[in-house]
Structure formats: C-alpha cells, structure tokens
C-alpha cells in the first residue's frame, strides 16, 4: 500500500535552515509529481511546492518562493524541501502528498506530517 | 492568484441531517475542484476530484456538485465519523484551499 513516511522537523531559529524528507513506497515514484503542503498550528491547508515527475520543473507559493527549494531523488523514492532563512510564519505541520497523475494538483496520498517550529 | 471562499466556518448538525457545504472561486476554475476531510491530528483524506466525482472508497453519503465558481459538498446522512473539518481545493492554477468547514456536534 502507499506509504509517505515524512522526516526532519524540529525547533529552529529564525533565519535558518532545515531539510525536510519524504520517504515514499507503495508506487512507482518516479511516475508522480509530488507535493508539500503545509498547516500552521490550528489554521487551513496551504499549498508549498510541486516537482515534476522527472525533477526538472519545480513551482512554488508566493510566501517560500525563493527561499524553500523542493527536490527528489527518484532512485531512493525521496521528496526533500530544503527551506532557507525559516521565519516564525513557517512554524506549521509540513505533509507530503502524492500528485493523483504526472500533472496533477490534487493529492490521493498524504503522509502524516512532520512539525517544524520556528522560534528563538 | 485564485482565492477560494467557503461557507459556513462552523456547522452545527445532528447525526442523520443532510449536511450542504459550499465554496466559491474568486473566477472560474472549470470542475478543477477537490474536497478533502481532515480529522484532528490527522491528515486530510481525498473525498471528491473533479467536482463530482467520489474517490474510490469513500462512502456514497458523500456528492459534490458545481462548475465555474459555484460549489458544493453534500453529506446526505451525517454519521458520528463525518464530524471533521472539509476543505475544498482548486486546482485549475496551482492549487489553493478555502479556510475550511468545521462540522461539530449540535
């Protein structure tokens, strides 16, 4: 069965850096886009980043654009979203979710999230 | 950017009420349009995609209606597992999600 096991979240400070990881079985990886989506502590879903089946083509919302950075590693089916200069506003549950096709924005698969807090 | 609009914030049912939830795009997104059911401490499950169309395994209590920028959910029996939170989802461009529906107990 498909399994998305997330991994990485922890207490940070502003200003840093953390690496999140999303171990994926259950599929074939490499023929899903994949996704994270994330939930700030007794808010809504927001919508992170998307890559590509292939990796290639990557997008990202507006508020980590340029500073979150969303990769994957189809020969160790692993999503990663390596998230730079982290502000209290990133404190959130962070989930992996599976793309229903290559080109799909809506998610048949979640993980069950890894908490990142951002705080001094 | 595509905002999405749901109404109410909170409902109040019974078990065995039919349950209307409803969500409006800020401009039209075809039937581009997923609902999802998050229980507390848990992450959201897929309900319906493409407006109407009910995921494999989720009870057929559960419909979803509307194209453009007009939809709705529909619970036709509420039953003691259906209290949770429901959000709608676009994905005409990118995605977004509306702020959510909290069904409780009346």
């Known amino acids: 069965q498909v399994q998305l096991v997330e991994s990485g979240g922890g207490v940070v400070q502003p200003g840093r850096s953390l690496r999140l990881s999303c171990a994926a079985s259950g599929f074939t990886f490499s023929s899903y886009g994949m996704h994270w989506v994330r939930q700030a502590p007794g808010k809504g879903l927001e919508w992170v980043a998307v890559i590509s089946l292939d990796g290639r083509n990557e997008y990202y919302a507006d508020s980590v654009k340029g500073r979150f950075t969303i990769s994957r590693d189809n020969s160790k089916n692993t999503l990663y979203l390596q998230m730079n200069s982290l502000r209290a506003e990133d404190t959130a549950v962070y989930y992996c979710a599976k793309g229903r096709g290559p080109l799909e924005y809506y998610f048949d698969y979640w993980g069950q999230g890894t908490l990142v807090t951002v705080s001094s | ?106």
Not at chain 2, 8 to 25: E, F, H, K, M, Q
Not at chain 2, 73 to 102: E, H, N, R, V
């Open chain 2, 1 to 106: 950017d595509i905002q999405m609009t749901q109404s109410p914030s909170t409902l109040s049912a019974s078990v065995g009420d039919r349950v209307t939830i409803t969500c409006r795009a800020s401009q039209s997104i075809s039937t581009w349009l997923a609902w999802y059911q998050q229980r507390p401490g848990k992450a959201p499950k897929l309900l319906i995609y493409k407006a109407s169309s009910l995921e494999s395994g989720v009870p057929s209590r559960f419909s979803g209606s509307g194209s453009g920028t007009e939809f709705t959910l529909t619970i036709s029996s509420l039953q003691p597992d259906d209290f949770a939170t429901y959000y709608c989802q676009q994905y005409s461009s990118y995605s977004t999600f509306g702020q959510g529906t909290k069904v409780e107990i009346k």
